[in-house]
Structure formats: structure tokens, C-alpha cells
């Protein structure tokens, strides 16, 4: 009997389509569930005639394939991926090769390909993006992990992943150990901010404009039209166009209370940890948790008082400096996004490929958008660029957005509608362009209540100094550090 190319544990949604792409595209998988039923379930469903095996146990499943064995795990991060490595290593081979698909936190696939390489195997460690239809119909990939093993995987995952332009595979090596899964966290992350930014034009529309459900489809159809082509802009637009079977905009039901899975948590704790500002992916995972908080806000709302909004202007002329606002504050996501990689591949030792990793999101994944390919330009024409704000492209969107984007950010602050991603991002863009911030009272506060010291205009950089404010603090100052 002919053995498999791979096998995949774990037929959730996600590891059920992508066994269907696999086998779409030519390979032969074996299956395996911890729930024995739901490998009898799939093999006698949507698997049934296809070249599509069933594995009962652990044992079972690596003795179908072919060697080098190669094993992709579609199941819950966390402590679920230590226990199946753990059981899969006594049964495998020297160069056979564990893959994890799942959203694991990078440090932990980092842990883990040493750990699994100390056992005389191969780890890899692959973001799968697009959700449950571009696991059927081609996600984008992010793998990394043990550079051995990617030769071995590659004409799996390119042939399944999505295609850009000219046929070219969403999918390519990332590096070494957690490169791969931080390149999808920080997706993750940019994604968390495209879609609070789609969510602060439709407060916009809906609550300053008053415009109907109906009437926002149609603004979003145009945009999907423009530069704003893209996935999040388009399934917007459908969400909006979408009834109830009352015949009534069926978004408008929705509470307003939005979950979150921890990956825009652990981008924002990520740039924290580098010192990188990402301000605005920031804003998108703290207005998630205002969110949630529906019963103190409901209650809030009776107390706390605030400007009842009225727009008073040319309604054609906001719709369209809330698209510039909405696209200004996007480029600053991805600048903010871009600045985070550049920050972990100098703290990890990656070499990572920020052109290629525009091409791996150009298609498949949540964040897709015609947007990336200028990214691809921007690092084609200067590798070394230290900000996607500097590159000559976006510097002119920023010039042509910005007198909409501080119009519409002054008419909801005025107004009271909460935008904390558009006016973050504002921010960080005034700040990056300022050439002198007030941090330099904020180093004489802080030498002054701890001894701090501060540098100073007129020296050296890297030279620093401590100013007796109080006249008894003597001269002993504190050590420097960094975050």
C-alpha cells in the first residue's frame, strides 16, 4: 500500500480543509483525531473517495507515511502542542519533521524546534492565515523553524497556499525557530488594527452622518472599487448588505461586544518589550476590552455627560475624508507593523525578507489587500528603509490624506464619537515628523525625583549628566537602562 506524503492531526475546520487542499492538489494524506469518531465521520463525508486515510492512533498514523515522515499539527496552542510533540518524538525517526499550523505564541515555537532538534528532528513552526476558506481554497503561510526541514515542506505548502501575481506562492521561508509564527502574530496584529479602523468609518457614517446600513454598503462597495481594495473592505461591504430574516440590516442586531483569541495582545506586549511604538494595534486591542465591558458602558451612558452629535457640512466631502483618514491610518499600521519586524529580527537574529513578507500576505490571508504590493516596491527600491513613512509612495499618500484625516479626527473629537485607532495613528505620525518632543522636561522630572540623568544638546551623545535641582540631592545618580 502506497504510504503518505503527510500526516495532520487535528480536523477542526481548519485542519479538515486544508487535508481537502492537500489532496486537491495531488497528496495523499493520513488523518488522525484524538475523537476516533471524527476521523470515521470525515472519512465517511467529505473525504469519502478521496486519497484519504484514517488513523486511529498516534503509532498508527506515522507508520502511513513515507519517509522522511512529515506530521502537521491543526490543534489548540498552549499545553496541547507540548503533549503531542512529547508523544510523537519516541515514534518518529531521525529527520522526520514535526509541523505546528496552529496560532502558537513564537517564543514557544522557539523553544520547541531546540528541543525538537535535540531529538535528531526537524521543527516547523507555520502561520496559516485566510480562515476557514483560505484553508480550503489557499491560505497564506508563514513557516519557520528548522531551515533543513523547508526543502522537505515547501512543494507541500506552495502548491497548496494562496498565488499572487504572476502564480507566485503566498508562501516562502521565514527563518529560523519563531520566525515564522511572529511574522503571523504580527499580521495578526495588523489585522487587529485594518479592522478597528473599518470599525471607527462606520461609527463615523452611522452616528455623525446617521447614514443607513444600506447606505454604508454602498460607501464600502465604492472603496472596495479604490486603493482600499481589499479582503476586510469587501466582507464589510457584504456584511452591511446582509438581512435578517426580518428583512433588517442583520449587523445592526450584533452585540456590541468583541472577542479576541490573544494574538493582538501578544504583538502589542511584543513592541512594548522592544520599545517599538505600535500605537495604533495598541488602541485596536484596548478598544476589543472597552468593549466588552457592554453592562458598566450601558451604565455609563446614563450618567456621563458628552456633545450629542451633529454634523453640520458637505456630507459627500466627510464620506471622503473619512477614506483618506481610514487609508492614512492604515499606512501607519503597517509602517508601525513593519518597524516591530525590522526590532525582533535585530533581537533574534533573523534575516528576514520584509518584501517577500508583503508578497506572503498579498493573497489568502485576512489582511490581503492591492495595498501590499507598494510595500513589496518600497523594499525592492531600499532594503534598508527604517520607516514604510519615509518611502517616497507613502510619503504621498500621507501628503494627500492628511488634511481629511485631521478633519475627520477634529470632527469626532468634537463630537464626542470615540476613533482611539485614527487619532492614535494621527499622533504618531505628528510625533515621528517632530523634531524636538517635550521628552526633555520629562528627563529632568525624571532626574529629578530619581537621579535619572539626562543627556544634554550641547554633548555627546551618550554622555550623561545629573543636575542637584533641590540643592541636598548630592551627586550620586541612578544606573541607565533601556527598554
Same mark, same amino acid.
Given at each position: 500500500?502506497?504510504?503518505?506524503?503527510?500526516?495532520?492531526?487535528?480536523?477542526?475546520?481548519?485542519?479538515?480543509?486544508?487535508?481537502?487542499?492537500?489532496?486537491?492538489?495531488?497528496?495523499?494524506?493520513?488523518?488522525?483525531?484524538?475523537?476516533?469518531?471524527?476521523?470515521?465521520?470525515?472519512?465517511?463525508?467529505?473525504?469519502?473517495? *478521496?486519497?484519504?486515510?484514517?488513523?486511529?492512533?498516534?503509532?498508527?498514523?506515522?507508520?502511513?507515511?513515507?519517509?522522511?515522515?512529515?506530521?502537521?499539527?491543526?490543534?489548540?496552542?498552549?499545553?496541547?502542542?507540548?503533549?503531542? !510533540?512529547?508523544?510523537?518524538?519516541?515514534?518518529?525517526?531521525?529527520?522526520?519533521?514535526?509541523?505546528?499550523?496552529?496560532?502558537?505564541?513564537?517564543?514557544?515555537?522557539?523553544?520547541?524546534?531546540?528541543?525538537?532538534?535535540?531529538?535528531?528532528?526537524?521543527?516547523?513552526?507555520?502561520?496559516?492565515?485566510?480562515?476557514?476558506?483560505?484553508?480550503?481554497?489557499?491560505?497564506?503561510?508563514?513557516?519557520?523553524?528548522?531551515?533543513?526541514?523547508?526543502?522537505?515542506?515547501?512543494?507541500?505548502?506552495?502548491?497548496?497556499?494562496?498565488?499572487?501575481?504572476?502564480?507566485?506562492?503566498?508562501?516562502?521561508?521565514?527563518?529560523?525557530?519563531?520566525?515564522?509564527? %511572529?511574522?503571523?502574530?504580527?499580521?495578526?496584529? !495588523?489585522?487587529?488594527?485594518?479592522?478597528?479602523?473599518?470599525?471607527?468609518?462606520?461609527?463615523?457614517?452611522?452616528?455623525?452622518?446617521?447614514?443607513?446600513?444600506?447606505?454604508?454598503?454602498?460607501?464600502?462597495?465604492?472603496?472596495?472599487?479604490?486603493?482600499?481594495?481589499?479582503?476586510?473592505?469587501?466582507?464589510?461591504?457584504? !456584511?452591511?448588505?446582509?438581512?435578517?430574516?426580518?428583512?433588517?440590516?442583520?449587523?445592526?442586531?450584533?452585540?456590541?461586544?468583541?472577542?479576541?483569541?490573544?494574538?493582538?495582545?501578544?504583538?502589542?506586549?511584543?513592541?512594548?518589550?522592544?520599545?517599538?511604538?505600535?500605537?495604533?494595534?495598541?488602541?485596536?486591542?484596548?478598544?476589543?476590552?472597552?468593549?466588552?465591558?457592554?453592562?458598566?458602558?450601558?451604565?455609563?451612558?446614563?450618567?456621563?455627560?458628552?456633545?450629542?452629535?451633529? %454634523?453640520?457640512?458637505?456630507?459627500?466631502?466627510?464620506? *471622503?475624508?473619512?477614506?483618506?483618514?481610514?487609508?492614512?491610518?492604515?499606512?501607519?499600521?503597517?509602517?508601525?507593523?513593519?518597524?516591530?519586524?525590522?526590532?525582533?529580527?535585530?533581537?533574534?537574529?533573523?534575516?528576514?525578507?520584509?518584501?517577500?513578507?508583503?508578497?506572503?500576505?498579498?493573497?489568502?490571508?485576512?489582511?490581503?489587500?492591492? %495595498?501590499?504590493?507598494?510595500?513589496?516596491?518600497?523594499?525592492?527600491?531600499?532594503?534598508?528603509?527604517?520607516?514604510?513613512?519615509?518611502?517616497?509612495?507613502?510619503?504621498?499618500?500621507?501628503?494627500?490624506?492628511?488634511?481629511?484625516?485631521?478633519?475627520?479626527?477634529?470632527?469626532?473629537?468634537?463630537?464626542? !464619537?470615540?476613533?482611539?485607532?485614527?487619532?492614535?495613528?494621527?499622533?504618531?505620525?505628528?510625533?515621528?515628523?517632530?523634531?524636538?518632543?517635550?521628552?526633555?522636561?520629562?528627563?529632568?522630572?525624571?532626574?529629578? %525625583?530619581?537621579?535619572?540623568?539626562?543627556?544634554?544638546?550641547?554633548?555627546?551623545?551618550?554622555?550623561?549628566?545629573?543636575?542637584?535641582?533641590?540643592?541636598?540631592?548630592?551627586?550620586?545618580?541612578?544606573?541607565?537602562?533601556?527598554?
Amino acid at each position: 500500500m502506497k504510504k503518505s506524503d503527510i500526516g495532520l492531526i487535528g480536523l477542526a475546520v481548519m485542519g479538515e480543509n486544508l487535508v481537502m487542499n492537500m489532496e486537491s492538489k495531488g497528496f495523499t494524506v493520513t488523518v488522525y483525531n484524538r475523537t476516533g469518531q471524527k476521523v470515521t465521520d470525515f472519512l465517511q463525508g467529505r473525504a469519502k473517495g *478521496k486519497n484519504i486515510t484514517g488513523a486511529y492512533s498516534l503509532p498508527e498514523l506515522v507508520e502511513s507515511l513515507e519517509k522522511p515522515r512529515k506530521v502537521m499539527m491543526m490543534i489548540k496552542a498552549g499545553d496541547a502542542v507540548d503533549k503531542t !510533540i512529547d508523544a510523537l518524538i519516541p515514534l518518529l525517526d531521525a529527520g522526520d519533521i514535526i509541523i505546528d499550523g496552529g496560532t502558537s505564541h513564537f517564543p514557544d515555537t522557539s523553544r520547541r524546534t531546540k528541543y525538537v532538534e535535540s531529538k535528531g528532528l526537524l521543527y516547523v513552526g507555520t502561520g496559516v492565515s485566510g480562515g476557514e476558506e483560505g484553508a480550503l481554497k489557499g491560505p497564506s503561510m508563514m513557516p519557520g523553524g528548522s531551515n533543513a526541514a523547508w526543502p522537505r515542506v515547501k512543494p507541500i505548502f506552495q502548491a497548496i497556499c494562496a498565488k499572487g501575481e504572476n502564480d507566485t506562492p503566498c508562501c516562502d521561508w521565514v527563518g529560523e525557530n519563531g520566525a515564522g509564527h %511572529f511574522v503571523k502574530m504580527v499580521h495578526n496584529g !495588523i489585522e487587529y488594527g485594518d479592522m478597528q479602523l473599518i470599525c471607527e468609518a462606520y461609527q463615523l457614517m452611522r452616528d455623525l452622518l446617521g447614514m443607513t446600513a444600506d447606505e454604508m454598503h454602498e460607501v464600502f462597495a465604492q472603496w472596495n472599487e479604490e486603493e482600499l481594495d481589499s479582503y476586510l473592505i469587501e466582507i464589510t461591504r457584504d !456584511i452591511l448588505a446582509y438581512k435578517d430574516t426580518d428583512g433588517s440590516p442583520i449587523v445592526d442586531k450584533i452585540l456590541d461586544t468583541a472577542g479576541q483569541k490573544g494574538t493582538g495582545k501578544w504583538t502589542a506586549i511584543t513592541a512594548l518589550d522592544e520599545g517599538i511604538p505600535l500605537t495604533l494595534i495598541g488602541e485596536a486591542v484596548f478598544s476589543r476590552c472597552l468593549s466588552a465591558i457592554k453592562e458598566e458602558r450601558v451604565a455609563a451612558s446614563k450618567v456621563l455627560e458628552g456633545p450629542t452629535p451633529v %454634523f453640520e457640512g458637505d456630507r459627500a466631502q466627510f464620506i *471622503k475624508d473619512i477614506k483618506n483618514a481610514l487609508y492614512a491610518a492604515k499606512v501607519i499600521s503597517y509602517a508601525q507593523g513593519y518597524s516591530l519586524l525590522r526590532a525582533a529580527a535585530q533581537t533574534y537574529g533573523w534575516n528576514l525578507n520584509y518584501g517577500g513578507i508583503a508578497l506572503m500576505w498579498r493573497g489568502g490571508c485576512i489582511i490581503r489587500s492591492a %495595498f501590499l504590493a507598494k510595500i513589496k516596491d518600497a523594499f525592492d527600491a531600499n532594503a534598508d528603509i527604517t520607516n514604510l513613512l519615509l518611502d517616497p509612495y507613502f510619503k504621498a499618500i500621507m501628503d494627500r490624506t492628511q488634511p481629511g484625516w485631521r478633519r475627520v479626527c477634529g470632527a469626532a473629537l468634537a463630537n464626542g !464619537i470615540p476613533i482611539p485607532a485614527m487619532t492614535s495613528a494621527l499622533c504618531y505620525y505628528d510625533g515621528y515628523r517632530c523634531e524636538k518632543l517635550p521628552a526633555n522636561l520629562l528627563q529632568a522630572q525624571r532626574d529629578y %525625583f530619581g537621579a535619572h540623568t539626562y543627556e544634554r544638546t550641547d554633548a555627546p551623545r551618550g554622555q550623561f549628566f545629573h543636575t542637584n535641582w533641590t540643592g541636598e540631592g548630592g551627586d550620586t545618580a541612578a544606573t541607565q537602562y533601556d527598554v
